[in-house]
């Protein structure tokens, strides 16, 4: 069992920064794949970026080289840097917990354990 809770999400301006973090506790944290994935109104749910136990991270293209995952396994944390952040970007961002195979490590459908999410609201 993981449990997972995100934190950090507000008002950025276009071009500004913003960090989210999400908190695990349950199950041995370094096992896991932590992925975050982002929902905005009306539109399905959309991979972001994860960071494998390995440490290795995978970005979808839109936020490639804006946006940078990391994780603490000391702290049980995940943490999203989102650099020049563009209106697109509004969402809810959510955490995510599993062990997905590669091949399938986008595909939100393979992650067991959620967060309830956080609103990222992108405004000047």
């Known amino acids: 069992q993981v449990q997972l809770v995100e934190s950090g999400g507000g008002l950025v301006q276009p071009g500004g920064s913003l960090r989210v973090s999400c908190a695990a506790s349950?199950?041995?944290?370094?096992?896991?794949?932590y992925a975050w994935f982002r929902q905005a109104p009306g539109k399905e749910r959309e991979f972001v970026a994860v960071?494998?136990?390995?440490?290795?991270?995978y970005y979808s293209d839109p936020v490639k080289g804006r946006f940078t995952i990391s994780r603490d396994n000391a702290k049980r944390t995940v943490s999203l840097q989102m650099d020049t952040v563009r209106p697109d970007d509004e969402a809810i961002y959510h955490c995510a917990a599993d062990r997905p195979i590669l091949s399938a490590i986008r595909d939100p459908d393979m992650y067991y354990y959620w967060g309830q999410g956080t609103q990222v609201t992108v405004s000047s």
């Open positions: 960071i494998r136990s390995t440490g290795h991270t």
């Open positions: 349950g199950s041995t944290f370094r096992d896991y794949a």
